[in-house]
């Protein structure tokens, strides 16, 4: 019988509000989070397993991994959609509210 081999994911860059999200879909979808890292984004040698104590200049880095492809890429398409409706309502709130020009 052959070995079952995993696939991986990596999403880099992960806005600290969502990264407890990601985690969570990843465990409900048959998901591994195989490697968590906070690597600095001035200097390439200093990368964390945990996050620091002043995680400002860091970015958060996930590795997935999981035994079907498809599994990963529902992900992918979760945190891109995620993404995308955070990017709309961000952009709602930049709307300027209309001007009262009563005399």
């Not at 048959?30 to 970015?59: A, H, Q």
């Not at 709130?93 to 020009?101: L, M």
Request: glycine share 2%; proline share 3%.
């Amino acid at each position: 019988m052959g070995k079952i081999q995993n696939k991986y994911l990596e999403i880099k860059n992960i806005n600290k509000d969502i990264v407890d999200w990601v985690e969570d879909i990843a465990e409900e979808n048959n998901c591994r989070v195989e490697r968590k890292e906070w690597k600095s984004k001035y200097n390439s040698y200093v990368v964390y397993d945990y996050e620091p104590f002043c995680s400002e200049g860091f970015e958060i880095n996930l590795l997935l991994s999981a035994k079907e492809i498809a599994s990963l890429n529902f992900i992918k398409y979760l945190y891109k959609e995620k993404l995308a409706t955070i990017d709309y309502l961000n952009n709602c709130i930049k709307i300027p509210p209309i001007k009262n020009y009563s005399h």
